[in-house]
């Protein structure tokens, strides 16, 4: 199981190979789509990446929920546990 300090970075590793964000950019109180100009689609994706990363299970009616990069690592966290 991943701390929530390795989960942030590899969510913001994921972003960064997505959206080309520096990792740096990527912190917990930032929101997906108002800071880091996130899109549905580019979303989507990191999810995917996330999940397969994390060996989680995010449903989709889940995903809306994340709207802060802290909500998505409170999630995968509890995922995992």
């Not at 300090?5 to 930032?30: F, H, M």
């Not at 979303?43 to 809306?64: G, L, S, Y």
């Amino acid at each position: 199981m991943a701390s929530e300090q390795e989960i942030l970075s590899g969510l913001a590793e994921i972003v960064n190979e997505e959206t080309g964000l520096p990792t740096d950019s990527v912190q917990s109180d930032k929101s997906f789509t108002e800071d880091l100009d996130i899109d549905s689609l580019s979303m989507m994706t990191i999810v995917v990446n996330a999940e397969e990363r994390f060996t989680v299970r995010i449903p989709d009616e889940d995903v809306k929920n994340l709207r802060t990069v802290g909500d998505a690592v409170a999630y995968i966290s509890q995922a995992q546990g």
